[in-house]
């Protein structure tokens, strides 16, 4: 980025963003912990909501509250055209066509889920190879060890590179007919690493097989266009992207999601029920049983609105800035600091996850860290990130990590680096 290539120090200049007009927006982000201002580095977790979201989640209930697609009612009306404009939203959100293609969930594991019990009892059988990346949440590997051991198929993991890039070498030499399914993390949420979707789509369909992306981590910080990315699936989670928790979303191909099973029975995905048969709605109310989470999704419209004002270029950038400045200020003041993921911010996302050495041979442990920079208000995130088995591959039981999002600042960041100058010294590093 100029920017940060311009200034003598490492400081980035400014960034793309008004920061300062965006914290505004965050009424939590005024708020002290622990006798400190809030610095919250916690946003691969979940990200903050700006007053745009909370308020749109009151309205709903102090206006709108109603049933959607059933009654007759004024109320039912509106609701039911608030939740479908969220729907016409995602769509144009991340480059769909058609909002049908978009079902709603609780969340990106709930997606997963989705497909393993539809698409996967349909169509993967004994023999077939399942291929995911080593750098996955569990979300995009438990449901796919269910589905492999159910069916009798096998896994097979596409490596990382020495820089924990993915390896699209390695991964076309395991690709053979077998293979039914690629399901792979377009960002991970340890290392931050940015997975390259377009060609793991290409190769994947070469041999024939289904390509899944778990977008949790991209969707709320690039941009997104499903065309480009030539996937089948794309999974992602509201609350990673300044929207509620509760929702989460599924895109699908048409085609696919009409010739897949219903996931869940129940309410307002039937078309016909008799006493002993039902048939099914369309796409996608044959995927949404019962009443849904209205209000959340209604409010989930206000976060996009929010993050397509901004520019999901210019969000990017922001944080390829600040990632860039992380990775130097918490390397030139840390060199005892062990950080995971690629250099190269142009394969990285936002998140800087990390170990201490401590005295001796070991790391200080990622709770210890985590509660000593809790007490300067500073949130992060410490454990296995649901990522025990990478983190095997790390050679690290758990790691402590930042990551960042639109209204994180380069202050933000010094105060993560003078923070883990208190843990050394309270740790007799220094
Ligand atoms: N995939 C990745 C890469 C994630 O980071 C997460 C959450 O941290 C998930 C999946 C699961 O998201 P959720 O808990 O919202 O279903």
Redesign the pocket.
Known sequence: MAILESVGTVRPGHSPLDVTAIRHDFPILSREVNGHPLVYLDN???SQKPRQVIEALVRYYEEQNAGVHRSAHTLAARATDLYEGTRARLAEFIGATDPREIVFT???????NLVAYTWGQQHIGKGDEIIVSQM?????LVPWQLLAEARGAHLRFAPLTPTHRFDLAAFRGLLNPRVKLVAV?????VLGTITPVSEISRLAHEVGAVVLI?G??SAPHMPIDIKHLGCDFF?L?A??MLGP?GV?ALWGRLELLESMPPFLGGGSMISEVQWTKSTWAPVPQKFEAGVPNIADVVAFSAALEYLGNLGMDTVREHEKGLTKYALTVLRRDHPDLIIYGPNDVEWRGGIVAFNLRGRGEGTIHSHDVGQILDDQGIAIRTGH??CKPLHTLLGAPESARASFYVYNTPDEVDALSRGLHVVKRIFGRR
């Open positions: 691969a977790a979940t609780r969340n990106t594991t709930e997606a997963i996955e949440h569990h979300s995009n993390t377009h960002m991970s949420n778990d949790a981590q999974a989670s609350h990673k928790t989460g990130h649901c």
